[in-house]
């Protein structure tokens, strides 16, 4: 089945030490979405990407970088991880509709990050 | 700016029963998307069901369907003959077809814990 894949679904990390999370996908979606969710809220997007064009939104702090070498992979980077990032992290696709929207986001499980 | 309002933080269920989430939206746009996705305890997010605004007819999926109101920018899903899987976080989204900073934004609700018993 085509699907979004996310590794690992659990991660621990100390403060302070630079993490990746991977996101990949089979639907050959050219657009990827990463989002932060803390504890029953709403997802919040970070970035994402139309190909290979990278988006970053207003309030998304510096510490957070993102790289898409192709298609169906796209990483997360936290370079310097601090308390208050402590969150599950979702990776999403969807397909664009003409350049003015794309069509519905397809989620992965999510990677549950714990900083220590 | 668009914000998508779910006024229900709560709401219970019995199973086979039918149950009604409410949602509603600010939007300046005419065309743009709204969907329903469901994310349970611990689990991935799924779409439940979408909606085109320019499509008059309420979109359906087996138990699931919705009374959109475009007029009252309005967006709710029925739930029928509810089953205990339906249990989870229920967020109601929009996005817009606009392009330019609009473009791929997904704007959540607070989200609606539905609870079934048994």
């Known amino acids: 089945d085509a699907m979004v894949i996310q590794n690992p679904r659990y991660q621990v990390t100390q403060f302070g030490k630079p993490v990746t999370l991977s996101c990949s996908q089979t639907?050959?979606?050219?657009?990827m979405y990463w989002y932060q969710q803390k504890s029953s809220q709403a997802p919040k997007l970070l970035f994402h990407?139309?190909?290979?064009?990278?988006?970053n939104e207003a309030d998304t702090p510096d510490n957070f970088q993102s790289r898409r070498p192709n298609t169906s992979f796209c990483f997360l980077d936290i370079r310097s991880p601090g308390l208050g990032d402590a969150a599950m992290y979702l990776c999403?696709?969807?397909?664009?509709?003409?350049?003015?929207?794309?069509?519905?986001?397809?989620f992965g499980p999510g990677t549950r990050l714990t900083v220590l | 700016a668009q914000t998508v309002t779910q006024s229900q933080p709560e709401m219970s269920v019995q199973e086979a029963e039918t149950v009604t989430l409410s949602c509603t939206y600010d939007?300046?746009?005419?065309?743009?998307?709204l969907f329903w996705y469901k994310q349970p305890p611990s689990r991935q997010m799924i779409l439940v069901i979408r909606q085109e605004a320019y499509k008059q007819q309420n979109a359906t999926e087996n138990r699931f369907s919705v009374n959109f109101q475009k007029a009252a920018k309005s967006f709710s899903l029925k739930i029928s003959d509810s089953q205990l899987g339906d249990a989870a976080m229920y967020f109601c989204?929009?996005?817009?077809?606009?392009?330019?900073?609009?473009?791929?934004?997904?704007?959540f609700g607070q989200g609606t814990i539905l609870t079934v018993h048994p």
């Open positions: 990407y139309y190909d290979k064009d990278f988006n």
């Open positions: 989204a929009y996005t817009p077809h606009a392009g330019g900073t609009s473009y791929g934004k997904l704007t």
């Open positions: 639907l050959n979606h050219n657009v």
């Open positions: 999403a696709t969807s397909r664009d509709l003409g350049g003015y929207s794309t069509d519905t986001q397809y």
């Open positions: 939007t300046s746009e005419s065309d743009y998307y």
